[in-house]
């Protein structure tokens, strides 16, 4: 059972998600914060396993309350869901540790496999909002070789794989690793890069042009 707390300052939002979420039969809605502090205040008692975070709140927005509780409380997840997808928003947001960011007229499916896929280890976002990081990939950063020197070819594998949503237990099955090596290789990735987690890391990726769009996820025939 994935618990849940769902963090937006409007009400209608909060219940309509709750009973949206509580449908599902492996999601349990432990609770309801109507800004970021509320959400750090009560995070102890709760202990979700994920946060659903809006962004613009009054008070502690949801960038500082992501900051805040990957710090506080690197364990649990944080899945933006909101109705910005301003360039600012969507990079403050990664840059702050979100495992993902979706947009509130997400369909409902869509909502609830973002829920699922993050708590997995992927990183789901709104083919909208991913439309802009590809054009910052693209038109915003160059490929450093300072920094790609500092990995192996297996490093970089590993590295492509991560940045595009893949868990450690897919990681180790396209590239035939135990999962515990595939573990090891992203220690080691984060420890080069400076990263956080594995979604500062992927993100980090991407800035530094380490990362190709056109990477292949799916098996070859």
Not at 55 to 82: C, D, Y
Request: proline share 5%.
């Amino acid at each position: 059972m994935i618990k849940i707390l769902i963090v937006d300052d409007q009400t209608v939002v909060c219940e309509g998600l709750r009973v949206i979420l509580n449908a599902a039969p492996n999601m349990d809605v432990v609770g309801v914060a109507y800004d970021g502090a509320q959400a750090l205040a009560v995070i102890p008692n709760l202990k979700p396993d994920l946060v659903l975070m809006d962004l613009k709140m009054p008070g502690m927005n949801g960038i500082h309350a992501t900051r805040a509780i990957r710090e506080q409380f690197p364990e649990i997840k944080v899945l933006v869901l909101t109705t910005y997808d301003e360039d600012e928003w969507v990079f403050d947001a990664i840059r702050s540790g979100a495992a993902g960011y979706m947009l509130k007229d997400s369909r409902r499916e869509d909502i609830l496999a973002a829920i699922e896929g993050t708590m997995t280890g992927e990183t789901r976002v709104d083919p909208g909002v991913a439309k802009k990081l590809f054009r910052y990939v693209r038109e915003g950063t160059a490929p450093n070789p300072d920094v790609a020197d500092q990995f192996s070819e297996r490093e970089l594998e590993v590295l492509q794989l991560l940045a595009h949503g893949l868990s450690n237990a897919d990681i180790a099955d396209r590239l035939c690793l135990a999962e515990g090596t595939v573990r090891n290789y992203v220690s080691t990735i984060r420890s080069k890069l400076g990263a956080a987690d594995r979604t500062q890391a992927a993100a980090l990726a991407w800035r530094y042009g380490l990362v190709t769009p056109n990477t292949p996820l799916e098996d070859e025939d």
